[in-house]
């Protein structure tokens, strides 16, 4: 794969994900009952080994982690309620620490399922056969129709009557949208061309 596309592909990823092209809802995936942030915390749960799940928090946390793992440890098999009272109780607290390592607000666990939007399934199923094609192609798609969607829109009303200031005021609107949505998508792509650059000497 020629190394310039495989960067583009990669930048326009890091878009989709942090907002820029798909709705914000796609960033609750570690809140859902079966993100990967639950599956560690259960799979630490079965068996009994917390570093499994100390990679979503950041070492300032740990502690408080590795307190909560052992106190759920503690009670879970006491009775099935309250299994899964002190279950959830330790998916809420990594779940929450993550969110709060990450810089973003912790609202609550999400039930198996929720919608995520296409990019982040995707992107588990890309890992999991170990081509990145389909989530290639999802990406450069979403991206070329809003692209040329917001081009067109803005062309069509680049030839406004300059008598006509509603008209001159929808041009002015339509270009604005058209820079606010490619300027963020070179800037990331200068900025990780920069980064890759300097690393390099």
């Given at each position: 794969m020629n190394t310039t596309y495989f960067k583009s592909t990669l930048f326009l990823t890091a878009l989709l994900i942090s907002g820029f092209l798909i709705p914000r809802t796609a960033q609750a995936h570690c809140d859902s009952m079966d993100g990967p942030v639950v599956q560690a915390?259960?799979?630490?749960?079965?068996?009994?080994?917390?570093?499994l799940v100390l990679i979503w928090v950041n070492e300032a946390q740990e502690e408080?982690?590795?307190?909560?793992?052992?106190?759920?440890?503690?009670v879970r098999n006491e009775s099935e309620s309250v299994r899964e009272v002190a279950d959830t109780w330790f998916f809420e607290t990594l779940v929450r620490l993550h969110r709060e390592s990450e810089g973003a607000?912790?609202?609550?666990?999400?039930?198996?399922?929720?919608?995520?939007?296409?990019v982040i399934p995707a992107t588990d199923q890309a890992l999991e056969t170990g081509s990145a094609k389909d989530l290639r192609d999802l990406i450069v798609n979403a991206f070329e129709q809003q692209l040329y969607a917001h081009f067109e829109k803005t062309l069509r009303s680049k030839d406004f009557d300059p008598e006509k200031v509603e008209a001159?005021?929808?041009?002015?609107?339509?270009?604005?949208?058209?820079?606010?949505?490619?300027?963020?998508?070179?800037?990331?792509?200068?900025?990780?061309?920069?980064?890759?650059?300097s690393h390099s000497h």
């Open positions: 915390a259960q799979k630490a749960l079965e068996t009994g080994n917390v570093d408080q982690i590795r307190e909560t793992f052992t106190k759920t440890l503690d607000p912790y609202t609550g666990l999400k039930s198996a399922g929720s919608e995520t939007g296409p001159g005021r929808e041009y002015v609107h339509n270009y604005v949208e058209l820079i606010h949505f490619v300027k963020p998508v070179y800037d990331l792509m200068d900025a990780e061309n920069g980064a890759a650059h």
